[in-house]
């Protein structure tokens, strides 16, 4: 009798005691033999400081929830191919032992294609070298090669972490709501869960993700993994769980993206959604004993060139830097301006789960550094260049990020008057400023339907293209690389012999360029330097938000971090949110690159701002296109 329960029991237990388990009877998840539901919050670490990581567990810990997801981007664990990164802000390792410090289980959503609104999907731009690449599918060798190498690097790592094995892992996503995707190879599924299996064991749940929708759960369920749906307050649960029903008969139901507000893109409305029915549709979802993530619990920030881009009907819009999300905790991890939406979820999730009664970290200090006086500066150019008879893409050139200056020489051998001047740009990705012997032309956007103009030149002239990459594309057509990606024509002649040169950083301040890259004359683009004033004495750095108020689009350095792209004049995001750890003990130098205006006709004028209060909700053009 004794000898039967003890075998029983070893069956159940991993060799440390702990499982993690579906439970199909029963509808329910067994973790060490009991049912077991989890609420979980959505937090990317990287989209947070990793100073403030402790901070934000702490918070959605204090809300009750008794797990965490996160997604792996494979962006930034390989920017070239077979160079990885994991330190520093990359280091996902110690965001998985701070989780289980934090005593909260960890959902993990490693890809390889993530979405999450974030450049290129997670996927790293080197795909792109060859456009035609088949992405999200089983039908390309250097597709599914590119996956299987990054796969053998992350998931041993991650096995040790996995429940059974000591650590918080409970469940891993395979793909992301694949269904979606017009591939709808089941070869891709099968190929990822095999890749898994092998390093992770058989010992853990993986599971799909997919849209409460018929097709999509057509293409993005296999009978071998684990199902679960997606979908926000607008939806009734009972209909969307019914659905899943219909592809999984049995098991705990789950919504793994239960949507707490919704992501900006430039130049459309700020999304909101609204507190009360945020928790009343909750309360409903954990009354049928499901099991929720909520994406997200707090959205954090696009810092540097990592917002992904939108493509609605051929329309691209570029995702904001700040992906606040309207989420329970805000931007800077703080439980919004009223507490509202964090404390109508806090009040459901403790009806289903104990409160765990720890006082919530109060919000971050913010500091209010006030004006900060802007200078130009002479722009060196600070990296190699490329050159090519025919343009190449940014990613063909390895210049993966930011801008690229394409230089060439118009020489023209007939009379002037007999030409017409009409130059072609047809393929900007994403956004072209025009200069014709360093003075400055127009603007041409991939978006423009008209992308041909005249222009005046000598016979001798120098034509630069500057050309912004505003992020990749997250879903749909995602073989849409940056920089041109065809021919440049004057009169129809193909423009040919040109020189590259890749503008990502900060000029290097504290060395004299010998020549300016933008021209010496009072025009955009430049570079900007400013000193933020000190803390008093005795003050550690503080959060702030910087207000960019007169200005019109660029991108922003604080002592060489990249605190992300400006665009006040099409918002709605008007301040960039500035974290503590981003501020040195003195002698903080903030780097402004103008694009299309600076307020710096008069010196007073130019300046921008730091403020204690974000404003993302500023007023947008609803610009057609
Ligand atoms: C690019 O990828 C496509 C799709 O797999 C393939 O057919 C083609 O041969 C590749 N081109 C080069 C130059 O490798
Ligand atoms: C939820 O689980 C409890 C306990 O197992 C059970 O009594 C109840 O019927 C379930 N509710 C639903 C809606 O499935
Ligand atoms: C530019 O034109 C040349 C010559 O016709 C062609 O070989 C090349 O593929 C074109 N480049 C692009 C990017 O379209
Ligand atoms: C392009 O470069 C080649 C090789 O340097 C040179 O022979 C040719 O004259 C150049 N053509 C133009 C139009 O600049
Ligand atoms: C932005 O939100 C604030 C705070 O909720 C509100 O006072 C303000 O009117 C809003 N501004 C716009 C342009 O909607």
Same mark, same amino acid.
């Given at each position: 009798m004794f000898a039967l329960v003890f075998m029983s029991f070893l069956m159940f237990e991993s060799a440390l005691g702990r499982s993690f388990t579906i439970d199909y009877e029963n509808n329910c998840f067994l973790k060490d033999g009991k049912p077991f539901r989890y609420i979980s919050g959505g937090i990317h670490y990287f989209r947070v400081p990793r100073m403030y990581w402790k901070d934000r567990l702490m918070k959605i810990k204090a809300a009750g929830l008794n797990a965490v997801q996160t997604y792996i981007p494979w962006n930034i664990h390989e920017p070239e191919p077979g160079v990885y990164k %994991? *330190?520093? *802000?990359?280091?996902v390792l110690s965001f998985i032992k701070l989780v289980q410090e934090t005593g909260l289980l960890l959902i993990l959503r490693p890809g390889p294609y993530i979405c999450a609104e974030w450049e290129f999907g997670g996927f790293p731009p080197w795909l792109l070298k060859n456009a035609s690449i088949i992405l999200r599918s089983s039908k390309d060798p250097v597709y599914t090669s590119a996956v299987t190498s990054w796969f053998k690097v992350l998931l041993p790592m991650l096995r040790p972490h996995l429940y059974s094995n000591g650590g918080p892992i409970i469940s891993l996503q395979v793909e992301n709501e694949y269904g979606y995707y017009f591939t709808c190879d089941e070869k891709y599924l099968v190929f990822l869960q095999r890749l898994m299996e092998k390093y992770l064991g058989k010992d853990v749940i993986l599971f799909t993700t997919d849209g409460d929708y018929e097709s999509q759960l057509k293409c993005g369920t296999l009978p071998s993994l684990f199902s679960t749906v997606d979908f926000g307050p607008g939806t009734d649960p009972k209909k969307a769980f019914a659905l899943l029903r219909k592809f999984q008969a049995r098991g705990p139901l789950v919504n793994s993206e239960y949507y707490t507000g919704w992501l900006d893109v430039w130049g459309k409305k700020h999304q909101t959604t609204d507190p009360i029915l945020t928790a009343? $549709? &909750?309360d409903q979802i954990l009354a049928m004993n499901a099991s929720v993530n909520m994406y997200m619990f707090e959205g954090g920030t696009n810092f540097g060139y990592m917002n992904g881009g939108t493509n609605d009907n051929s329309v691209y819009l570029p995702v904001t830097t700040s992906y606040d999300y309207d989420a329970p905790l805000s931007e800077a991890g703080d439980p919004g301006v009223s507490n509202e939406k964090y404390n109508a979820i806090k009040k459901i999730v403790t009806k289903y789960l104990p409160d765990p009664k720890i006082p919530i970290p109060p919000p971050t200090p913010k500091y209010a550094y006030g004006k900060i006086q802007m200078t130009k500066i002479i722009s060196s150019q600070n990296s190699k260049t490329?050159?090519? /008879? =025919? +343009? /190449?893409?940014? *990613?063909?050139? @390895?210049? =993966? =990020? @930011? %801008?690229?200056?394409? #230089?060439?020489?118009?020489?023209?051998?007939?009379k002037l008057s007999q030409l017409t001047n009409v130059l072609n740009i047809p393929g900007v990705r994403d956004r072209a400023i025009v200069f014709?012997?360093?003075? #400055?032309? #127009? !603007?041409?956007? #991939?978006?423009? $339907?008209k992308k041909f103009f005249h222009i005046k030149v000598k016979k001798q002239s120098m034509l630069e293209i500057m050309i912004e990459n505003q992020g990749r594309i997250i879903?749909?057509?995602?073989?849409? +690389? /940056?920089? &041109?990606?065809?021919? !440049?024509?004057?009169?129809?002649?193909? &423009?040919?012999n040109w020189t590259v040169i890749h503008v990502k950083d900060p000029p290097d301040v504290y060395h004299e360029p010998k020549s300016d890259l933008f021209g010496a004359n009072n025009q955009v683009p430049a570079f900007f330097k400013g000193i933020v004033p000190s803390m008093p004495e005795g003050l550690s750095p503080q959060d702030t938000y910087l207000s960019l108020h007169g200005w019109e689009k660029g991108q922003v350095f604080l002592n060489g971090f990249n605190l992300g792209r400006y665009w006040p004049v099409e918002g709605p995001q008007i301040t960039l949110y500035v974290p503590a750890s981003a501020f040195k003990k003195d002698k903080n130098i903030l780097i402004v690159l103008e694009l299309d205006g600076a307020p710096c006709a008069e010196p007073k004028n130019c300046y921008v701002e730091m403020v204690t209060k974000p404003i993302l909700n500023g007023t947008v053009l609803y610009k057609q296109f």
């Open positions: %994991f *330190e520093g *802000e990359a280091d009343a $549709k &909750l490329v050159t090519s /008879k =025919y +343009p /190449k893409t940014m *990613e063909q050139m @390895g210049m =993966y =990020y @930011g %801008f690229v200056i394409y #230089r060439t020489n118009i020489v023209i051998s007939t014709i012997d360093k003075v #400055r032309q #127009r !603007v041409v956007n #991939r978006n423009d $339907k879903d749909g057509d995602m073989n849409d +690389p /940056k920089g &041109l990606i065809s021919n !440049v024509t004057l009169d129809g002649v193909i &423009l040919i």
